[in-house]
């Protein structure tokens, strides 16, 4: 089992930053892929960013490239997610998500990022 628990959010201009963290508990951190997810009110949730258990590996989805960086420190068993240039359209629950293998199995409660223009 892993636990997951996300922190970081909250109400932000069109411009700003916000950075998201993710602590894990309950299973090796380095053996685990990571994750960010959102899901905006009336749409379904949408996969955001991905980084590899080694964090070498970096994967986006297109509206975010060059906005949003994903990291892990595995000595602190924690993921980030860095997000610039804020736009509304970012507004949305934020999820950390964990895997092992091809599904993701382990999901944070979430965290709201709003950003007001």
């Known amino acids: 089992q892993v636990q997951l628990v996300e922190s970081g959010g909250g109400l932000v201009q069109a411009g700003g930053s916000l950075r998201l963290s993710c602590a894990a508990s309950g299973r090796t951190f380095s053996n685990l892929i990571m994750g960010w997810f959102r899901q905006a009110p009336g749409k379904e949730r949408e996969f955001v960013a991905e980084?590899?258990?080694?964090?070498?590996?970096?994967y986006y989805m297109d509206s975010v490239k060059g906005r949003f960086t994903i990291s892990k420190d595995n000595t602190k068993n924690t993921v980030y997610l860095q997000m610039n240039s804020l736009k509304p359209e970012d507004t949305a629950v934020y999820y950390c998500?964990?895997?092992?293998?091809?599904?993701?199995?382990?999901w944070g409660q979430g965290t709201q990022v709003t950003v007001s223009s």
């Open positions: 980084i590899s258990w080694n964090g070498v590996g970096t």
């Open positions: 998500a964990a895997r092992l293998y091809r599904d993701y199995e382990y």
